[in-house]
């Protein structure tokens, strides 16, 4: 475990899919239990930096890494990627719950294979426990054993958080998690992760900027597969160093 | 000139359905011909023609085909697990690994098998197991099937396992999934109906195959047997055995059994339209 | 600096995908292995023959286990015989079945003969066989053969007197009507793939029914023809049928209406006895390689024709 209190670093990161370049020489570093905002318009490279980090990039055919990628002091890209994904959760774009799993069996499973709980009674309170941070389990809690196509699509996203959630992973990769959902879900679903501050490290891909500053510690602002400008949220918006931020914090990109 | 393209237009309207009626009349008639005869024949002999034996020659009883309606299920029991298992570790190699050399040279094998014409197969497992185990048997007309059977079950399965959509594999791997776990508890259970009609195919293809059992089987017809290394009989070869004889008692039995083949047939056909809308062969 | 590829070889890749690659091959030599001992089986069985009898094997005819003079000119020409009548009936038969279902129907009904035709590829052969023996070959004698042999008699295809049903003709017939839902099933796959801003540019010019069809169907050649190839490698391999109605008779001719033998029909009847003479059974498993042979290049051709035209079609 790095003892310098970066969860995540990119070094010098070059990617290549499909032989055009995607990100050309991205350096971040994220610190441990922030909130980390990666924003910028689409196309950018966003998520192409979140795959990196879970290891999701595997997926992809004919892809080219260089650079270094440390994530929790372990080499991302030498190591064993199912190792890995233990530490990272991911929540997607668009929610994808197990259709043919039950609310419970959701979460629970999620908890079951990484060894957080191993009997009835603990996955019943480690369920519990995720639903409530996910701030579903109110709207839940009678009907467990329903299917998540009952669910409404923000319901869906909550439950996709607390699945993640169930994990207890080290870092909590957020792929425009609201993109889909209804402005009230948003809401809720942003003051669940404002509430992992401290106890996870987080890292947000979004495109809109009021949402990096409500709920972000730090932005990289990233642009063509560049980092535009990067720092604390206020520095970037009180602040902002380049003449593209200003555009983007005004809608302008 | 445009009343010739009218008329070009309804000539050939006319011709498409001509022959698209002689496209389908021909496959109607033997359906209907199969439930007259075989209800005539059925009617005749009664439920015994499911326990009875069958007739010699000259009798005029009908008997029955409780020799070879019992060994198409014990065929198809032996024979359908075992290419379903082959199949699915195949499936999954194919849609796990696809760029690996030796699952591209396993696709195109399997492919391959598909066109083999059934009867060499039956040559094959012939000279590869009947004549080692000194006769006809079960456990080669079983593999002889299987054989024949797998490049369907391989086709259907692989197409099942593939279109289970990316974003469920994606979940399963953020969550920390090894690529086993996935497959057995996320591709396989979402897949689950269009396997099982994949499943059914291929057992209504083994069910009517025959050319596989006729080197392979042995038509033991005298009696009832469960045993896997003694000849057995299946329902398509005493079809085809005894619409070649020249006897009438001979062909009533024949057509019974055409008509139990194609209850069992359509029997299959439904559950598999109930379980998944459109299959693909 | 590492520079990593994600689709190397898997060697490099986690332990895990390692273990279950390891676990699934076994699956992969059986089945190739099958493969290759199929081959490896049929043709060393077959060798002893054509060593024996050389080339003359193939181009005389003659079934004489007794006095062990074989010749295969005939099943062989015979299996190609039908199998082209049948391609080319249902090609006729298949090609209009897949313009009623794609262009003129809609709906609950084109889902319902869609459904029916679903039905019918399925249906076990031997009962074609059954229903061939008892009821096809008297009417394709009655009502096909004779009028033919009546008034067209002068061409010699007809030119034979038809006195059994049993014949080329009617093997190829009815082989042909039994592959027709698989015909129509690949030209209708193929149809529909065709992009729909075709046939929206057939509409908008005002084309005929007829014309559309024409035009589209036109862009369709190369998967008919692959499905025809398919077909065509399909009826090769047809035994029951087959050996129920080609009349298993050492002849062959340029009329149609003679009995005579495909390689099936031949192996099905006579490798039973087979074992009792000395090179019967090796002349049997050369005929096999030479449809073996035949049916696979078929097919592979078939199906790269297809899978080139649809990639074409996709782009």
């Known amino acids: 475990m790095n003892k310098v209190g970066y969860a995540v670093e990119l070094n010098d990161v070059y990617v290549r899919i499909n032989r055009s370049e995607v990100i050309r020489g991205i350096t971040i570093k994220v610190p441990l239990n922030t909130i980390y905002v990666i924003m910028g318009p689409s ?65 629970a499973i999620a908890a079951r294979i990484n060894g957080v709980a191993n009997n009835r009674d603990e996955l019943d309170r480690i369920v519990r426990w995720a639903l409530e941070r996910a701030m579903l389990w109110d709207e839940v809690k009678g009907r467990l054993n329903d299917y998540p196509h009952t669910l409404s699509g923000g319901q869906r996203q909550r439950l996709c958080l607390a699945r993640a959630l169930a994990m207890k992973p080290k870092i909590l990769l957020l792929d425009e998690p609201t993109a889909s959902i209804d402005p009230v879900n948003a809401r809720k679903i942003e003051e669940v992760i404002k509430s992992l501050r401290d106890e996870i490290t987080v890292i947000m891909v979004t495109h809109s900027p009021h949402q990096a500053a409500r709920v972000g510690d730090y932005i990289a602002l990233i642009y063509s597969g560049t980092i535009v400008e990067e720092g604390r949220v206020k520095d970037i918006f009180l602040n902002p160093k380049s003449e593209f931020t200003v555009k983007f914090l005004r809608g302008e990109v | 000139m445009h009343r010739i393209r009218v008329i070009k237009d309804r000539l050939f309207t006319f011709y498409v359905v001509i022959t698209s009626a002689l496209a389908l009349i021909p496959s109607l008639h033997l359906i209907s011909v199969i439930i007259l005869r075989g209800v005539e024949v059925l009617s005749e002999a009664g439920i015994k023609f499911l326990v009875d034996l069958p007739p010699t020659p000259l009798s005029t009883q009908v008997g029955g085909i409780a020799p070879s309606l019992l060994g198409t299920f014990m065929l198809t029991a032996i024979a359908l697990p075992t290419t379903t298992l082959i199949a699915i570790f195949a499936a999954v190699m194919n849609n796990e690994f696809p760029n690996n050399p030796i699952s591209r040279i396993l696709d195109v094998t399997l492919r391959s098998f598909a066109s083999i014409p059934t009867i060499v197969v039956s040559m094959t497992v012939y000279l590869l197991v009947v004549i080692p185990m000194g006769g006809y048997s079960a456990i080669a007309s079983s593999i002889a099937l299987a054989i024949i059977a797998l490049p369907y079950a391989y086709t259907i399965i692989s197409a099942a396992l593939g279109q289970v959509p990316h974003t469920y594999r994606e979940a399963a791997y953020a969550l920390g999934m090894s690529r086993w776990m996935m497959i057995y508890k996320v591709i396989i259970p979402i897949a689950r109906r269009m396997l099982a009609g994949g499943i059914l195919i291929t057992m209504a293809r083994i069910m009517g195959e025959t050319a596989a059992l006729i080197f392979t089987a042995g038509r033991f017809r005298t009696g009832l047997t469960l045993s896997p290394n003694q000849p057995v009989d299946a329902i398509p070869l005493l079809i085809f055995d005894y619409a070649l004889t020249p006897y009438p008692v001979m062909h009533k039995v024949a057509w019974g059994a055409a008509l139990i083949l194609l209850l069992i047939y359509l029997i299959t056909f439904l559950s598999l339209k109930v379980l998944v809308k459109e299959v693909k062969l | 600096m590492i520079r990593i590829k994600s689709n190397q070889s898997f060697f490099t890749v986690s332990r895990h995908d390692r273990n279950l690659f390891l676990l699934l091959l076994p699956t992969a030599v059986v089945v190739v292995g099958l493969l290759l001992i199929t081959f490896l089986l049929i043709s060393s069985r077959a060798s002893e023959a054509v060593k024996t009898y050389g080339l003359s094997l193939y181009v005389t005819s003659a079934w004489d286990p007794e006095r062990e003079r074989y010749g295969l000119f005939v099943p062989l020409a015979g299996t190609l015989v039908t199998s082209a009548i049948a391609a080319l009936t249902a090609l006729l038969l298949s090609l209009s079945l897949s313009i009623v279902v794609s262009e003129f129907l809609r709906g609950a009904v084109r889902n319902f003969l869609s459904t029916i035709i679903e039905f ?11 229903w061939g023996v008892q009821y096809a070959a008297p009417v394709i004698r009655d009502y096909v053969m004779l009028p033919l042999h009546k008034y067209l008699g002068f061409i010699p295809l007809f030119a034979c007197e038809p006195l059994s049903g049993y014949s080329v003709l009617s093997a190829g017939l009815v082989i042909g009507i039994s592959i027709v839902p698989y015909v129509t099933s690949l030209i209708c796959e193929s149809y529909m793939l065709v992009p729909t801003a075709y046939r929206e540019a057939c509409l908008g010019i005002g084309a005929t029914r007829y014309e559309t069809t024409k035009i589209l169907l036109g862009l369709c050649r190369p998967a008919v023809i692959a499905a025809v190839v398919l077909g065509l490698a399909r009826a090769m391999g047809e035994t029951t049928i087959a050996a129920a109605l080609v009349g298993n008779s050492m002849t062959i001719s340029y009329c149609v209406f003679m009995p005579s033998y495909t390689v099936s029909a031949l192996i099905a009847a006579q490798y039973g006895n087979a074992q009792l003479y000395m090179y019967a059974e090796s002349v049997l498993y050369s005929a096999a390689l030479a449809i073996l042979i035949l049916a696979l290049v078929l097919s592979l051709t078939g199906l790269t024709l297809l899978s080139k035209w649809r990639s074409k079609v996709l782009a």
């Open chain 1, 43 to 107: 196309g950018s490279g966003k998520t192409t930096i979140l795959r990196l980090i879970s290891r999701l990039i595997d997926l992809i055919p004919d892809v080219e890494v260089t650079g270094s990628i440390s994530v929790l002091g372990m080499d991302a890209l030498r190591s064993d990627p199912y190792v890995l994904r233990r530490y990272v959760g991911m929540v997607f774009q668009t929610p994808n719950p197990f259709p043919h799993m039950s609310i419970y069996d959701n979460v």
């Open chain 3, 120 to 130: 019918m590829s399925g249906l076990p052969t031997v009962i074609y066989a059954l």
